[in-house]
C-alpha cells in the first residue's frame, strides 16, 4: 500500500492543493459560509489521515503496534524470537537459490513477504540477525527490484533502510547503499543489451515446448512415465511463463521507474516475449481436455509418492522402541501430514501438511535428500491442484496497461512485417487482461467510462498505424494494377519493397475487448465507401471501379457490394402486365420452381434461358403499382375457368371415368391385402394402357396431355404465389420507414388540429391514402390463394361434379407418368440437343395439390398410401436383382445398371412427394371442408358476440 500511495503522483498533487484551498478557507470561513469552529477538528482529521495513509508509513504502523497485554509478553518470549528467527532462516534458505533461476515461479514475491517478516521480528524483539540482513541485502545482486502488482516497483533495499534505520549503519556503511544504485544502473544496461538474445531462446524453448504439448502427449512407455511427463510438461510451461513475465515486467517498470527511454529493438523484443506468454496460454487453453484427464490421475499418483515418503520417515520413527513425548509428537504430526495428503489437494490441506511437516521432518525422520524430495512432491501437488489459477496470475498482461505508448510502435511494426500477422491476436488478448482491473476501479463514477476510454484508445492507434495504411495501399495496388497501360512508373520487386498484404485479410476477427474487428471486412468497406463515392462524382468512370472490384476479388479474395448506380436497377425480366395478357403462353412456356420461388425458361433459340423470381416481380409492381396485383389475380381466375373446363372433360369421358371407378371398386377390395397400399403394377397398367386410346401428332397420350393441364393450372398457381410475394417486397421496402404499420398517424386531423393550409390538409389527405393503401395491400397479401380456393371449391363439390370424385384415383397413374417424363428431360440435360430438357417443373405437384383441395380429397388420396407401395415396389426389385447377381456373376453388370435405373425412378419418386408435401402446405391440408366450415361458424359467433357486448 505505502509503494502504491507513494507512486500516485497525481493523488499527492491534489491532496497538496485541497490543503492549499483549506487554509484560503480558513482565512475567509465567511465567503465560504463554513464554521469557524469546524475547521480546526477537520484540519486535524486531515493531517491525521496523511499521516495514515500518505506519508509511507501504513507498514510501520503495522508493525509498531503494541503486542504485549493481558499478561502475555510476547516481546519476551525467547523460545517465540528463536523460533521466528529459525523459521526467517529456513524460508530464506529454500526461496534465495531459487530468484532469478530458470525455476523460479512465485519466489520473489515470497522473498517480499521474508523482508516484511524480518521488519517484524526486529520491531518486536529488537534483535538484528547480521548475518541474515547481510544475506537479505545481497538479493539485489539477482534482482536489484520487484514488481508487486502493475507498475509498482518495490525496493527491498530501500525498504529495510527506512524501516531498520537507524539500527543498521553498523552494518551497513555507504558504499554498500552506492552499490545498490550502480548495480541497478548495470543491470539495466545488461538486460537491454542481451534482451533480444534473451528473446530468441526463449522463442526457440517455447515453441519447442508448445510442440511437446500439441504432439508429445502420451507418448511414455507406462503410466507411471506418462504421468511424470505430463506433469513435468505442464509445470515446464508455467516455469517458461514465469521466467518470461519477470523479464518483461522487471525491464518495463525499471525503465518507467528510472524514467529511461526504451529502444524500439528493445521494445519490440517485449512485445514478442508478452505475445510468448500469452501464446502459453492460448497452448494450455487448446490442450484444457488432456490436462483435465490428467491432473486428477497426476495428482494421484504425487499423493501414492508423497505418502510412501512419509511412511518410510515412520517406519523409522516406530522402530526405535524408546518412547518419549517428542517422538510421539513427530508420529502425530507426521500422521496428520498423511491425513491431509490423502484428500482432495486443497490450498488449506497442503497448508496442514507444511505445517506438521515442521514438527515431522525432526529428529531425523527424513534424510535430507528425502526431505527436498517430499517438498518437491508437495510444490508439484501444489501447482496440478491449482494449475488453471496459477497459469492466470502467470500468463497475466494487465501491466501492459501502464506501458500502451509501445502499443503504436508494435502495431506500425506488424505491419511493416506482415507475415507474421496472426500475431497481433496474443497482444490483443494481453491488452483484454486489463479490462478486470478496470473493472475493479473505485475512482470514478462510473469504470466502463474508463473502460471506453482505453477501448477507443487501442481502437485509433489501431486504425491509425494498421488498418488506414492496409486500406490505401491495397487500394493504391489495385489502381496501379488497373493501369499498368498507362506509365504508372517501375514496379520492381527487387528494387522497391512490395508487401504482400494478404495475410492481413486472411486473419481472423480481432477480439478488442468486447468486440470484433474484422480486418478484411474493414477494408471491404472501406473499398466500397471510396468506389462508390468517387463513382457518384464520375460516373463515366463506372468501369474501372467494376474491373478494381473484380480484381480485389480475385487478388485479395474481397466480397464486394455493387455499387448500383444509378439507383433504378436495369433488371427487371418480363413485365407483369405482360404476363398477365398472355398467361395462357407464359404457363406452358415456362416452368416453376417451388424452393426457390422461380420460374425458368422451358426451352428458347438463344444461348441462355431467362427466369423470373421475386426481385422482378417487385420491380414490376413498382413500377404500374399495386393496383396490378388484384388484376393479375382476376386474369388468372379467367384463365383457370377455361382450364378446369377442359379438365372436368377429360374426367367425364367415358373411357376414363370407368377405369376410376373399376380401379376405385378395386382398390377397395384388395386393400386389406395389400397393407392399405394402392398396387403399383395397377397404375403401370393404366399408364401404359392409356396409350392404346390415340397418341397426338407429338407422340403424346391423353394422360400426358391431362399432365400437362395440371401443371399449367399449378404454374398458374405459382404464379399467383410469387405475385403476393413481390408485392410483400414491394410494400415492405416503400412501408419500411413507417415506424409502426399497426398504428399509422392519421396527418389529416393533425393538420387540421394546428389549423395549417387547406393545400397543406390536401397533401396530409393524399398522404394518409397512400399509407393507407400500403398497409392493406402489405396486410393483405396472404388471402390470393385462400380466394382462388373459396370461389372454386363449391362448385367442384356439388353433385352435377361428381364424375369428379375419383379423381384422386388417377394420381398413382398420373403421377408414374409425371415421373418417366421427368426423368426424360433431366437425361436430355446430358445431351448435345437439349430440346425438351428441363431440371424442374414443380408445377404439377402444386396443381395437383390445388385440384386436391378443391374437391375436399386429401384424405382419400392419403388412404392410398401411393408413395409406400412405390417403395415397397422398387426395394423389392432391387432385392430381386441382387439375389440374381449373386446366383449369376455375368448378371452383375446388368444388375447394377438395373439398380441405378430403380434408384433414379425412387429418386424422382422421392421429389415429387416432398414438392408435394410442401405445396399442400399453402392450400392447408391439414383441415378438410367440414372443419374449415366449423371454424368460420366458430368465427362468426365469436364476432357477433364481440358485437353485442359493445
Same mark, same amino acid.
Given at each position: 500500500?505505502?509503494?502504491?500511495?507513494?507512486?500516485?503522483?497525481?493523488?499527492?498533487?491534489?491532496?497538496?492543493?485541497?490543503?492549499?484551498?483549506?487554509?484560503?478557507?480558513?482565512?475567509?470561513?465567511?465567503?465560504?459560509?463554513?464554521?469557524?469552529?469546524?475547521?480546526?477538528?477537520?484540519?486535524?482529521?486531515?493531517?491525521?489521515?496523511?499521516?495514515?495513509?500518505?506519508?509511507?508509513?501504513?507498514?510501520?504502523?503495522?508493525?509498531?503496534?503494541?503486542?504485549?497485554?493481558?499478561?502475555?509478553?510476547?516481546?519476551?518470549?525467547?523460545?517465540?524470537?528463536?523460533?521466528?528467527?529459525?523459521?526467517?532462516?529456513?524460508?530464506?534458505?529454500?526461496?534465495?537459490?531459487?530468484?532469478?533461476?530458470?525455476?523460479?515461479?512465485?519466489?520473489?514475491?515470497?522473498?517480499?513477504?521474508?523482508?516484511?517478516?524480518?521488519?517484524?521480528?526486529?520491531?518486536?524483539?529488537?534483535?538484528?540477525?547480521?548475518?541474515?540482513?547481510?544475506?537479505?541485502?545481497?538479493?539485489?545482486?539477482?534482482?536489484?527490484?520487484?514488481?508487486?502488482?502493475?507498475?509498482?516497483?518495490?525496493?527491498?533495499?530501500?525498504?529495510?533502510?527506512?524501516?531498520?534505520?537507524?539500527?543498521?549503519?553498523?552494518?551497513?556503511?555507504?558504499?554498500?547503499?552506492?552499490?545498490?544504485?550502480?548495480?541497478?544502473?548495470?543491470?539495466?544496461?545488461?538486460?537491454?543489451?542481451?534482451?533480444?538474445?534473451?528473446?530468441?531462446?526463449?522463442?526457440?524453448?517455447?515453441?519447442?515446448?508448445?510442440?511437446?504439448?500439441?504432439?508429445?502427449?502420451?507418448?511414455?512407455?507406462?503410466?507411471?512415465?506418462?504421468?511424470?511427463?505430463?506433469?513435468?510438461?505442464?509445470?515446464?510451461?508455467?516455469?517458461?511463463?514465469?521466467?518470461?513475465?519477470?523479464?518483461?515486467?522487471?525491464?518495463?517498470?525499471?525503465?518507467?521507474?528510472?524514467?529511461?527511454?526504451?529502444?524500439?529493438?528493445?521494445?519490440?523484443?517485449?512485445?514478442?516475449?508478452?505475445?510468448?506468454?500469452?501464446?502459453?496460454?492460448?497452448?494450455?487453453?487448446?490442450?484444457?481436455?488432456?490436462?483435465?484427464?490428467?491432473?486428477?490421475?497426476?495428482?494421484?499418483?504425487?499423493?501414492?509418492?508423497?505418502?510412501?515418503?512419509?511412511?518410510?520417515?515412520?517406519?523409522?520413527?516406530?522402530?526405535?522402541?524408546?518412547?518419549?513425548?517428542?517422538?510421539?509428537?513427530?508420529?502425530?504430526?507426521?500422521?496428520?501430514?498423511?491425513?491431509?495428503?490423502?484428500?482432495?489437494?486443497?490450498?488449506?490441506?497442503?497448508?496442514?501438511?507444511?505445517?506438521?511437516?515442521?514438527?515431522?521432518?525432526?529428529?531425523?525422520?527424513?534424510?535430507?535428500?528425502?526431505?527436498?524430495?517430499?517438498?518437491?512432491?508437495?510444490?508439484?501437488?501444489?501447482?496440478?491442484?491449482?494449475?488453471?489459477?496459477?497459469?492466470?496470475?502467470?500468463?497475466?498482461?494487465?501491466?501492459?496497461?501502464?506501458?500502451?505508448?509501445?502499443?503504436?510502435?508494435?502495431?506500425?511494426?506488424?505491419?511493416?512485417?506482415?507475415?507474421?500477422?496472426?500475431?497481433?491476436?496474443?497482444?490483443?488478448?494481453?491488452?483484454?487482461?486489463?479490462?478486470?482491473?478496470?473493472?475493479?476501479?473505485?475512482?470514478?463514477?462510473?469504470?466502463?467510462?474508463?473502460?471506453?476510454?482505453?477501448?477507443?484508445?487501442?481502437?485509433?492507434?489501431?486504425?491509425?498505424?494498421?488498418?488506414?495504411?492496409?486500406?490505401?495501399?491495397?487500394?493504391?495496388?489495385?489502381?496501379?494494377?488497373?493501369?499498368?497501360?498507362?506509365?504508372?512508373?517501375?514496379?520492381?520487386?527487387?528494387?522497391?519493397?512490395?508487401?504482400?498484404?494478404?495475410?492481413?485479410?486472411?486473419?481472423?476477427?480481432?477480439?478488442?475487448?468486447?468486440?470484433?474487428?474484422?480486418?478484411?471486412?474493414?477494408?471491404?468497406?472501406?473499398?466500397?465507401?471510396?468506389?462508390?463515392?468517387?463513382?457518384?462524382?464520375?460516373?463515366?468512370?463506372?468501369?474501372?471501379?467494376?474491373?478494381?472490384?473484380?480484381?480485389?476479388?480475385?487478388?485479395?479474395?474481397?466480397?464486394?457490394?455493387?455499387?448500383?448506380?444509378?439507383?433504378?436497377?436495369?433488371?427487371?425480366?418480363?413485365?407483369?402486365?405482360?404476363?398477365?395478357?398472355?398467361?395462357?403462353?407464359?404457363?406452358?412456356?415456362?416452368?416453376?420452381?417451388?424452393?426457390?420461388?422461380?420460374?425458368?425458361?422451358?426451352?428458347?433459340?438463344?444461348?441462355?434461358?431467362?427466369?423470373?423470381?421475386?426481385?422482378?416481380?417487385?420491380?414490376?409492381?413498382?413500377?404500374?403499382?399495386?393496383?396490378?396485383?388484384?388484376?393479375?389475380?382476376?386474369?388468372?381466375?379467367?384463365?383457370?375457368?377455361?382450364?378446369?373446363?377442359?379438365?372436368?372433360?377429360?374426367?367425364?369421358?367415358?373411357?376414363?371415368?370407368?377405369?376410376?371407378?373399376?380401379?376405385?371398386?378395386?382398390?377397395?377390395?384388395?386393400?386389406?391385402?395389400?397393407?392399405?397400399?394402392?398396387?403399383?403394377?395397377?397404375?403401370?397398367?393404366?399408364?401404359?394402357?392409356?396409350?392404346?386410346?390415340?397418341?397426338?401428332?407429338?407422340?403424346?397420350?391423353?394422360?400426358?396431355?391431362?399432365?400437362?393441364?395440371?401443371?399449367?393450372?399449378?404454374?398458374?398457381?405459382?404464379?399467383?404465389?410469387?405475385?403476393?410475394?413481390?408485392?410483400?417486397?414491394?410494400?415492405?421496402?416503400?412501408?419500411?420507414?413507417?415506424?409502426?404499420?399497426?398504428?399509422?398517424?392519421?396527418?389529416?386531423?393533425?393538420?387540421?388540429?394546428?389549423?395549417?393550409?387547406?393545400?397543406?390538409?390536401?397533401?396530409?389527405?393524399?398522404?394518409?391514402?397512400?399509407?393507407?393503401?400500403?398497409?392493406?395491400?402489405?396486410?393483405?397479401?396472404?388471402?390470393?390463394?385462400?380466394?382462388?380456393?373459396?370461389?372454386?371449391?363449391?362448385?367442384?363439390?356439388?353433385?352435377?361434379?361428381?364424375?369428379?370424385?375419383?379423381?384422386?384415383?388417377?394420381?398413382?397413374?398420373?403421377?408414374?407418368?409425371?415421373?418417366?417424363?421427368?426423368?426424360?428431360?433431366?437425361?436430355?440435360?446430358?445431351?448435345?440437343?437439349?430440346?425438351?430438357?428441363?431440371?424442374?417443373?414443380?408445377?404439377?405437384?402444386? !396443381?395437383?395439390?390445388? /385440384?386436391?383441395? $378443391?374437391?375436399?380429397?386429401?384424405? #382419400? &388420396? @392419403?388412404? +392410398?398410401?401411393?408413395?409406400? *407401395?412405390?417403395?415397397?415396389?422398387?426395394?423389392?426389385?432391387?432385392?430381386?436383382?441382387?439375389?440374381?447377381?449373386?446366383?449369376?456373376?455375368?448378371?452383375?453388370?446388368? !444388375?447394377?445398371?438395373? /439398380?441405378?435405373? $430403380?434408384?433414379?425412378?425412387?429418386? #424422382? &419418386? @422421392?421429389? +415429387?412427394?416432398?414438392?408435394? *408435401?410442401?405445396?399442400?402446405?399453402?392450400?392447408?391440408?391439414?383441415?378438410?371442408?367440414?372443419?374449415?366450415?366449423?371454424?368460420?361458424?366458430?368465427?362468426?359467433?365469436?364476432?357477433?358476440?364481440?358485437?353485442?357486448?359493445?
Amino acid at each position: 500500500m505505502d509503494e502504491i500511495v507513494s507512486n500516485q503522483h497525481t493523488l499527492k498533487e491534489h491532496w497538496t492543493l485541497y490543503k492549499r484551498m483549506l487554509k484560503s478557507v480558513h482565512h475567509n470561513p465567511a465567503r465560504f459560509n463554513v464554521d469557524p469552529a469546524k475547521l480546526r477538528p477537520f484540519e486535524k482529521l486531515l493531517m491525521k489521515l496523511q499521516g495514515q495513509l500518505l506519508d509511507g508509513m501504513i507498514m510501520q504502523s503495522c508493525v509498531e503496534q503494541l503486542f504485549d497485554e493481558h499478561q502475555m509478553y510476547v516481546t519476551k518470549n525467547a523460545y517465540f524470537a528463536e523460533e521466528f528467527a529459525y523459521n526467517i532462516r529456513v524460508l530464506f534458505a529454500q526461496i534465495e537459490p531459487k530468484i532469478g533461476d530458470p525455476s523460479e515461479m512465485d519466489h520473489r514475491l515470497q522473498y517480499v513477504g521474508i523482508c516484511g517478516l524480518y521488519v517484524l521480528h526486529f520491531q518486536i524483539f529488537r534483535v538484528i540477525d547480521k548475518k541474515v540482513f547481510k544475506q537479505l541485502w545481497d538479493v539485489y545482486k539477482k534482482i536489484p527490484t520487484i514488481t508487486l502488482t502493475g507498475n509498482i516497483m518495490w525496493s527491498p533495499n530501500q525498504f529495510l533502510l527506512r524501516s531498520l534505520s537507524p539500527h543498521i549503519s553498523k552494518i551497513l556503511d555507504k558504499r554498500s547503499q552506492g552499490n545498490v544504485a550502480n548495480f541497478t544502473q548495470t543491470y539495466l544496461q545488461n538486460k537491454v543489451q542481451t534482451v533480444i538474445r534473451e528473446v530468441q531462446q526463449y522463442y526457440v524453448q517455447v515453441c519447442s515446448w508448445m510442440i511437446r504439448m500439441e504432439s508429445g502427449i502420451g507418448a511414455a512407455n507406462s503410466v507411471v512415465d506418462d504421468l511424470t511427463s505430463k506433469c513435468s510438461l505442464f509445470i515446464q510451461g508455467l516455469l517458461w511463463a514465469h521466467n518470461i513475465s519477470h523479464l518483461v515486467k522487471t525491464v518495463m517498470n525499471i525503465h518507467a521507474y528510472a524514467n529511461k527511454p526504451l529502444t524500439k529493438t528493445a521494445v519490440l523484443a517485449l512485445c514478442r516475449l508478452i505475445e510468448l506468454l500469452k501464446s502459453i496460454e492460448a497452448t494450455f487453453h487448446r490442450r484444457t481436455m488432456v490436462i483435465a484427464e490428467s491432473i486428477t490421475h497426476i495428482v494421484q499418483h504425487l499423493q501414492f509418492m508423497a505418502m510412501s515418503a512419509v511412511n518410510t520417515a515412520k517406519k523409522r520413527i516406530i522402530s526405535d522402541k524408546k518412547y518419549s513425548d517428542k517422538r510421539l509428537d513427530v508420529l502425530s504430526a507426521l500422521v496428520l501430514v498423511e491425513n491431509s495428503i490423502s484428500g482432495p489437494p486443497t490450498k488449506e490441506r497442503i497448508l496442514i501438511a507444511k505445517l506438521a511437516m515442521a514438527i515431522g521432518s525432526q529428529m531425523k525422520a527424513f534424510r535430507e535428500d528425502e526431505l527436498a524430495n517430499f517438498r518437491n512432491i508437495l510444490m508439484k501437488m501444489e501447482v496440478m491442484s491449482d494449475l488453471r489459477g496459477k497459469l492466470k496470475k502467470a500468463c497475466d498482461c494487465s501491466f501492459v496497461y501502464w506501458h500502451r505508448v509501445i502499443f503504436p510502435t508494435y502495431v506500425a511494426d506488424r505491419y511493416e512485417h506482415a507475415v507474421d500477422a496472426h500475431r497481433l491476436h496474443y497482444m490483443f488478448a494481453a491488452l483484454a487482461d486489463c479490462v478486470t482491473p478496470m473493472r475493479n476501479s473505485r475512482h470514478l463514477e462510473s469504470n466502463e467510462d474508463l473502460l471506453i476510454a482505453f477501448y477507443h484508445e487501442i481502437e485509433d492507434n489501431f486504425d491509425e498505424h494498421l488498418l488506414s495504411p492496409l486500406c490505401r495501399s491495397v487500394e493504391t495496388n489495385l489502381r496501379l494494377s488497373i493501369h499498368q497501360h498507362l506509365q504508372v512508373g517501375e514496379m520492381n520487386p527487387f528494387k522497391s519493397s512490395m508487401k504482400d498484404q494478404t495475410h492481413f485479410l486472411k486473419m481472423k476477427p480481432i477480439r478488442i475487448f468486447h468486440r470484433y474487428i474484422n480486418v478484411k471486412e474493414h477494408v471491404t468497406h472501406y473499398l466500397d465507401k471510396t468506389f462508390y463515392k468517387l463513382t457518384t462524382v464520375a460516373l463515366h468512370d463506372w468501369k474501372t471501379y467494376a474491373e478494381m472490384r473484380n480484381l480485389a476479388a480475385q487478388k485479395y479474395g474481397l466480397e464486394m457490394t455493387e455499387g448500383h448506380l444509378p439507383t433504378q436497377t436495369l433488371e427487371q425480366g418480363l413485365d407483369v402486365l405482360e404476363i398477365m395478357r398472355n398467361i395462357h403462353i407464359f404457363v406452358s412456356k415456362y416452368l416453376y420452381n417451388v424452393n426457390n420461388q422461380i420460374f425458368v425458361e422451358r426451352s428458347s433459340a438463344n444461348k441462355h434461358l431467362n427466369t423470373i423470381n421475386i426481385r422482378h416481380i417487385a420491380n414490376s409492381i413498382r413500377t404500374h403499382g399495386t393496383g396490378i396485383m388484384n388484376t393479375t389475380v382476376n386474369f388468372t381466375y379467367q384463365f383457370l375457368r377455361k382450364k378446369f373446363f377442359i379438365f372436368s372433360q377429360f374426367m367425364y369421358d367415358e373411357h376414363i371415368k370407368s377405369r376410376l371407378i373399376k380401379d376405385s371398386r378395386y382398390f377397395k377390395e384388395v386393400k386389406d391385402e395389400n397393407n392399405q397400399m394402392y398396387p403399383f403394377d395397377r397404375a403401370d397398367r393404366f399408364n401404359k394402357g392409356i396409350r392404346k386410346l390415340g397418341l397426338t401428332p407429338e407422340g403424346d397420350s391423353y394422360l400426358d396431355q391431362f399432365r400437362n393441364l395440371i401443371s399449367q393450372i399449378g404454374n398458374a398457381m405459382g404464379y399467383i404465389r410469387m405475385i403476393r410475394s413481390g408485392g410483400l417486397r414491394c410494400c415492405s421496402n416503400a412501408i419500411r420507414f413507417v415506424p409502426d404499420v399497426d398504428d399509422i398517424i392519421n396527418f389529416q386531423e393533425l393538420c387540421v388540429e394546428e389549423n395549417l393550409s387547406e393545400e397543406t390538409q390536401n397533401a396530409a389527405s393524399n398522404l394518409d391514402n397512400v399509407l393507407g393503401n400500403l398497409a392493406k395491400n402489405f396486410a393483405e397479401g396472404t388471402e390470393y390463394f385462400k380466394m382462388l380456393v373459396e370461389v372454386f371449391s363449391p362448385e367442384f363439390r356439388t353433385s352435377k361434379n361428381m364424375h369428379l370424385r375419383n379423381f384422386y384415383m388417377i394420381l398413382p397413374p398420373l403421377s408414374l407418368n409425371f415421373v418417366e417424363y421427368s426423368i426424360g428431360c433431366k437425361e436430355k440435360l446430358n445431351k448435345k440437343n437439349k430440346v425438351g430438357a428441363a431440371f424442374t417443373d414443380d408445377g404439377f405437384a402444386m !396443381g395437383v395439390a390445388y /385440384i386436391l383441395k $378443391l374437391l375436399d380429397q386429401y384424405q #382419400e &388420396f @392419403d388412404s +392410398l398410401h401411393w408413395f409406400r *407401395s412405390v417403395r415397397k415396389k422398387y426395394k423389392e426389385e432391387k432385392d430381386s436383382v441382387r439375389r440374381a447377381q449373386a446366383e449369376d456373376e455375368k448378371l452383375v453388370q446388368t !444388375g447394377s445398371l438395373t /439398380i441405378k435405373r $430403380l434408384e433414379t425412378y425412387q429418386r #424422382e &419418386f @422421392d421429389l +415429387l412427394y416432398y414438392s408435394l *408435401s410442401s405445396a399442400r402446405i399453402f392450400f392447408r391440408a391439414d383441415k378438410t371442408a367440414a372443419e374449415e366450415q366449423e371454424e368460420k361458424k366458430e368465427k362468426a359467433g365469436t364476432s357477433k358476440a364481440k358485437a353485442v357486448k359493445s
